[in-house]
């Protein structure tokens, strides 16, 4: 009969691996977390330029098709086809919900045929420029707002903005139902509250976007 001796120090239980500290790991979603926000405000800065470089290539790409007429103090695009033929009307093309001149495209081809025919784009809209005047009655709440922002009181109440504490706890308090912090720390805290303020403003552009 064979007689086997094992080492004192050699254990028949199978190793396990010791778990990570409970500070590493939120220190890891902490710099997650600052890297997302990092990422995400790059990505708004990239977006803003292309937008400014996309904008200037397209006003030398598409020049407007009519003339710029002075009105008032700022230039209003107006684009006129066709002719009057034994003393027929000018028609005059009005676009509404926002849209400009160019929407007209087909329908003034087909109407320069027979007679004159007129389009233009109004004030802060498409090749015109934004008017100091209010908007006309029927306007579209994107022109209203586009006017009171030019005035002095509207210029006013949006600086205050600048300064306004908005109630965003209590917010996410009820809407989220985000109502103690799970990490610890100053640092890992501050991380999950950027995230829980990125996940509320996520949400509500979603609800304002869908509505």
Known sequence: MKTVFRSPTTSDKPRTARPRPRSSVFVRLARIALWLIIG????????????IIAT???????????????????QMHLYCTGTNV??????ILESGLGSIS???????AEVAKGTRVCSYDRAGMGWSDSSSEPPAEG??????MAYKLRTAIGTAIYRLSKSTVEPVIGIIKEV?????????????????????CIAYNLKRLHILHVG
């Open 40 to 51: 995400i405000i790059v990505l708004a800065v990239i977006g803003a330029t292309y937008q």
């Open 56 to 74: 200037e290539l397209d006003q030398r790409a598409y020049p407007p098709p009519g003339q710029r007429v002075d009105v008032g103090g700022y």
């Open 86 to 91: 034994d003393g027929s009307s000018t028609v």
């Open 102 to 108: 160019s929407s007209w495209a087909l329908v003034q």
């Open 139 to 144: 306007a579209s709440l994107k022109e209203h």
């Open 176 to 196: 989220l139902g985000f109502r103690q912090f799970s990490l610890r720390g100053l640092f890992a805290a501050g991380g999950e509250w950027t995230l829980v």
